[in-house]
């Protein structure tokens, strides 16, 4: 079965491949000729990720899925959340993020945060929702040397290292995405017979 990930992103490519483990064949946007931004102009992830994947799979007539993730802090009233990408402005990086991250942090000693994401799947012209969530600490500083995004200052309950200490087979395991994405292919699952 071929199924479109209607992301840019290569290292969400390469953890969903490797929680696929073959069972599909996962397509990328370049894969399928499509180098563009997809508008995500919503403030949920529900609305952002089926916003992705209702573009792709309109104008390609595939099965397509896409996703949204935010990090809510609880300190911080649950930012940056659905606008985790651009918390430090339109053209920030993850670094500029991470910085104003910690600065609103300093000093605060709750430091309790969690990563959601939400996959939609748009499957022979139907829609379909994943959740995944992990609950963790945001570190006083950064650690390690893998992932992206806010992977260094990421500890899931429960480990003593960052995401970004973690292979992608290990994040896999527990992160939000993972989580998301282990429902997706049980989904999917019971359609290939
Ligand atoms: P999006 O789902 O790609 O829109 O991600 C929103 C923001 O969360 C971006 O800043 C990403 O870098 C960040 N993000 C998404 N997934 C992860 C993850 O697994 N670890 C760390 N940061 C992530």
Redesign the pocket.
């Known amino acids: 079965m071929k199924l479109v990930f209607a992301t840019n992103?290569k290292n969400?490519i390469k953890e969903i491949q490797s929680a696929i483990l073959g069972k599909m064949e996962i397509l990328s946007l370049d894969e399928i000729g499509f180098s563009g931004e997809i508008p995500?102009d919503y403030d949920t992830l529900k609305e952002n990720a089926l916003q992705k994947a209702t573009y792709i799979a309109t104008r390609f007539k595939v099965n397509c899925f896409a996703?949204?993730?935010?990090?809510e802090i609880e300190a911080l009233d649950g930012r940056p959340g659905v606008y985790?990408?651009r918390y430090a402005g339109s053209q920030a990086s993850?670094e500029n993020?991470i910085d104003k991250v910690l600065m609103e942090l300093k000093g605060e000693s709750n430091r309790k945060a969690l990563?959601r994401?939400v996959i939609s799947l748009k499957f022979n012209n139907r829609d379909y929702f994943f959740e995944g969530i992990v609950k963790g600490q945001i570190l006083e500083s950064r650690t390690g040397e893998e992932?992206?995004?806010?992977?260094p200052i990421?500890q899931p309950d429960g480990f003593l290292q960052s995401?970004a200490e973690m292979s992608v087979a290990q994040k896999n395991k527990i992160?939000?995405?993972g989580l998301a994405v282990q429902k997706l292919v049980q989904f999917l699952d019971g359609k290939i017979t």
């Not at 996703?67 to 990090?71: H, I, K, Q």
């Open positions: 992103n969400k995500e996703d949204d993730t935010g990090l985790s990408a993850a993020n990563f994401t992932g992206f995004g806010y992977d990421f995401f992160s939000h995405r």
